[in-house]
């Protein structure tokens, strides 16, 4: 905040136009692109699929910890957490459906049937890829981690008749219900040419940072996580993991926020997707410690065994991606939107 007053401070000197004409020569900083910060950047519908899947995630989580918290269900078994999940993203579909299509037709996207198909898949289709490939490994070792048939034409009927329609029916309002971007500054027709950037400010390094804090934020925590899902412990701190939680995607909006600030600052007007993946790298700082609990924590070994341990922690870091990506690309737009907003334009 201190940065940004004296950023204001300068920015917003004069009203004089000759003045700010000598300015607008001699300026570097974010100021100078404000014609382009808000030009919509390419693959919306990917973005805004994105971006609906990881507030139903969100939304998702929160749940099934406030469920927890209140003992709805009994938390020592994992499979009344598991219904609690599917029963919670059948009905959460809504939320990514609307999401997704209310922010596509924002950013001027018009191929809305195609962006919903895209948001119901998003998750839906890598997940049923990678489970298929776990439960026929286990149906063929005879494992009683198998699902049978029955159960799994239950649950396609459940997103069926359940998520999918939901979907729909969420993009259909998202639509229909969608206002304008209201950018506070117009952008131009012919982009800015953006100045060449040093190593340390490429998308590489601003990932690395990006990720590992807000990782290091819920490292310890991870552990008594993974000790439960995959040993022989209980876990029952669940008001731990909710504060522990909600510090990950405080960290993850701030970095996000300052990691922009410094893009921007640079001349780089491109900062909708690499502000999401900034916010999503921590997904793979957490399957980077999956190894690490694997290799020298576990005592897990044998095919069955690695195919579901890391076949449902991709699946788990995938979901860390949506989630956090979410947060990031949020937190940045709306930090954009107040600097810009508080801009005086000449």
Known sequence: MRVLKSDFAKYNITDDDEIADDLDQDEVGWKIIHADVF????????????????????TLCFGIIFMALLGLFNVHRHGSMNTAGVL????????????????????????????????????????????????????????????????????????LIVGFPLTIIGGIFGKNWAGGFNAPCRTKNIPREIPPMPWYRSTFVRMTVGGFLPFSAISVELYYIFATLWGREQYTLYGILFIVFVIL???????????????????????????LMCGGSTSLFVFSYAMFYYFKRSNMSGSLQSVQFFGYTLLTCYVFFLMLSTVAFFASLKFIRYIYVNLKMD
């Open 249 to 275: 995607l405080s960290v993850t909006a701030c970095i996000s926020i300052a990691l922009t600030y410094f893009q921007l600052s640079s001349e780089d007007y491109r900062w909708w997707w690499r502000s």
């Open 39 to 58: 030009r919509f950047p390419p693959y919306k519908s990917w973005l805004c699929a994105i971006l609906g899947a990881g507030c139903q995630f969100l």
């Open 88 to 159: 919670l993203y059948a009905l959460t579909c809504c939320i990514s459906g609307y999401v997704s299509a209310n922010f596509y037709k924002k950013i001027g996207g018009t191929n809305w049937v195609w962006n919903v198909v895209l948001t119901t898949s998003i998750f839906s289709v890598p997940f049923f890829v990678i489970w298929s490939i776990i439960n026929s490994i286990a149906w063929y070792y005879q494992s009683t981690q198998a699902l049978p048939y029955t159960t799994i034409i239950l649950l396609m009927l459940i997103w």
